[in-house]
């Protein structure tokens, strides 16, 4: 299928009204068949929609669509570009890590990384142009990505994705590429040694300057590295674990407690990226792949501690 045909018709099977333009579905929630549907769509045993702003049908097309279009495993979108940025990084990143940067960038991204992030104790280290041999000194033990933009905004510039990917890749970390400028109908990234892929929808993609939003796509490398990322569940940013960077890695959110891969992943490409196939439920492991159990009320505190200057 050519990609100008998924830009138009990708994601969408029109319900009994025959309707060909995607209807906007307005409203909070939805409703559960009975109260075992209800659960096994909550627990993300299938997939289903319940609350919006965890998913939402309209959306869902978007999302299928895109990810189409760059060839990925499943995207998320979001409500911005600057809020895909913030997702993919935070995702991987975490207080005591870092990652490199080649410098040509949005202004908008430039200042979250260099003033924001480090307010978070996340460390952007900037190399001094787009060169592999320029960001492979920078990469540590800490490293937690490599980031990019594929044509620099504004700068113009072209990086090199596959030189990049080998060295983020030698390192053992994800390569994020924005591909806002480019967009998938003139560049894919994961073609070129990606792991994921973000874009702001407002510019090219959205092209008529009447609407923000953001996405994000995972290429679901299940044969590319094992990821470094700091445990979501040490008190310790040194303590390292590992992830397994299979599909829907970034989009489950999923990270285990220990070097344990992760346990969720997407059932099929294209399927809704909110609602992973996931053994958590028998288990009773939470998150995924994690020695924690997932809380249920009666371990709920009764009595929550005080929170400095705050009334009663």
């Known amino acids: 299928m050519h990609d100008e045909t998924i830009a138009i018709h990708g994601g969408y099977t029109p319900d009994g009204t025959r309707a060909v333009a995607v209807p906007i579905y307005q409203t909070?929630?939805?409703?559960?068949?009975?109260?075992?549907?209800?659960?096994?769509?909550?627990?993300?045993?299938?997939?289903?929609?319940?609350?919006?702003?965890?998913?939402?049908?309209?959306?869902?097309?978007?999302?299928?669509?895109?990810?189409?279009?760059?060839?990925?495993?499943?995207?998320?979108?979001?409500?911005?570009?600057?809020?895909?940025?913030?997702?993919?990084?935070?995702?991987v990143a975490s207080a005591g890590s870092n990652f490199v940067v080649a410098p040509q960038l949005y202004g908008a991204t430039f200042t979250y990384f260099a003033h924001v992030l480090p307010t978070l104790g996340i460390e952007a280290r900037f190399a001094v142009d787009d060169r592999a041999e320029s960001i492979a000194p920078l990469i540590d033990e800490n490293t937690r990505a490599v980031f990019c933009e594929t044509i620099g905004n504004p700068a113009g510039n072209i990086v090199d994705l596959e030189a990049v990917a080998a060295v983020a890749h030698a390192a053992g970390v994800p390569l994020i590429v924005d591909n806002t400028v480019a967009t998938p109908l003139m560049l894919k990234p994961f073609e070129h040694g990606a792991d994921v892929v973000v874009h702001s929808l407002t510019k090219f993609v959205g092209g008529h300057g009447t609407t923000l939003g953001g996405a994000i796509v995972d290429g679901g490398r299940s044969r590319g590295p094992t990821i470094r990322t700091a445990s979501r569940c040490s008190t310790s940013p040194s303590r390292p674990s590992t992830m397994s960077f299979s599909p829907a890695t970034f989009l489950t959110g999923r990270s285990p407690c220990g070097p344990e891969p992760l346990s969720c992943a997407t059932a099929a490409p294209l399927s809704p990226p909110s609602t992973p196939s996931c053994s958590c439920k028998a288990s009773r492991r939470w998150p995924c792949g994690s020695s924690a159990t997932r809380p249920t009320p009666e371990r709920w505190p009764t009595t929550w501690p005080p929170i400095p200057g705050w009334p009663g």
Not at 62 to 77: D, F, S, Y
Request: proline fraction near 3%.
């Open 28 to 91: 909070v929630a939805h409703d559960f068949i009975d109260a075992a549907h209800a659960g096994a769509v909550l627990d993300l045993e299938t997939p289903g929609f319940h609350y919006n702003r965890l998913n939402n049908p309209t959306l869902d097309v978007l999302e299928q669509r895109i990810c189409a279009l760059e060839g990925g495993t499943a995207a998320l979108v979001v409500a911005s570009g600057m809020a895909a940025v913030s997702y993919a990084i935070l995702t």
